[in-house]
């Protein structure tokens, strides 16, 4: 059994999980402490900054920084102290396997899930940690851009909610079985739509799909260009993100995450909140088979 690890800075480097080999195949196990929590209790061990992160795409950038680019199995994918691998500019590779691209969703939703219920919106302090500490490859590649992204925002909005939730109250057995979703676990349906709007849906996907050449764990298979380009993406949907929901908070504080989550479990036309996407995993065995 050999442990998998990243290097985040010289003073951190990430326990990404062990990777088992037999008769049945390879696997890699998870880490015991995610990887979220890892970055956790690094950052919070770390001098408080001088400067707080601005309010905007800087928040975007640290927030995806903490729960997707180091804080999941994509750091694994994207480790620059790996050589590139030779299928890694092969318009027809697919890079990112479907056992792989899994572990990545579970993870940064339940990251996802943890920030929001642990650290807030406004003054988070864990974001100006990040925002420090957490370096940020291709950072200076991340300018502004729309994108679609607050196609996201439309279901905060008060009018609009209502709207969405009032259409569907007639297909009964929809509706209940979308409530029933919603209130096993709100905070998390939640963060579902917010990784499928800001990662899954979005430059990503060039990279899962095509056809599958290997799984190399000795080489890294997506090139520091595509590297800036998902991270810019999902960083300026989620700043997005991180406004409106501030917004709502402050100018509706008594609404409760049910009531936020409840349109996005009703849109499953809108490719926003996959329905098929667990409610309790905070990571998975990524297995490679034979």
Request: charged letters at 25%; glycine letters at 8%.
């Amino acid at each position: 059994m050999d442990k998998i690890t990243v290097r985040v800075n010289d003073d951190m480097a990430l326990d990404a999980g062990t990777l088992v080999e037999g008769t049945a195949g390879r696997r890699i196990e998870p880490p015991a402490t995610t990887m979220f929590q890892q970055l956790i209790d690094y950052l919070e061990a770390q001098p408080k900054p001088a400067y707080p992160c601005r309010v905007g795409k800087p928040e975007g950038v640290a927030a995806v920084n903490l729960c997707l680019r180091w804080g999941t199995f994509l750091a694994v994918l994207l480790d620059r102290d790996k050589p590139l691998w030779s299928e890694a500019r092969n318009p027809e590779a697919g890079r990112i396997n479907n056992a792989e691209m899994a572990r990545i969703n579970i993870e940064a939703s339940a990251n996802f899930t943890e920030f929001f219920r642990r650290f807030g919106i406004w003054e988070n302090p864990i974001l100006d940690r990040a925002a420090t500490y957490l370096p940020t490859p291709g950072v200076s590649k991340i300018r502004e851009g729309t994108e679609g992204k607050h196609f996201f925002r439309f279901f905060l909005e008060p009018e609009h909610a209502v709207m969405l939730v009032d259409g569907y109250r007639e297909h009964a057995d929809f509706f209940a079985r979308r409530s029933a979703w919603v209130q096993e676990n709100p905070l998390r349906v939640f963060a579902n739509a917010v990784v499928n709007f800001s990662y899954r849906n979005g430059p990503v996907e060039d990279i899962h799909g095509g056809r599958h050449l290997g799984s190399p764990l000795d080489a890294r298979r997506i090139t520091p260009g595509e590297d800036g380009v998902v991270t810019r993406f999902a960083a300026n949907r989620v700043a997005d993100i991180i406004m409106g929901l501030g917004a709502d908070m402050n100018s509706r504080p008594d609404r409760t995450w049910e009531e936020r989550a409840l349109p996005y479990a009703m849109a499953d036309r809108l490719l926003i909140t996959p329905d098929d996407w667990s409610l309790t995993k905070t990571s998975q065995v990524v297995d490679y088979g034979g």
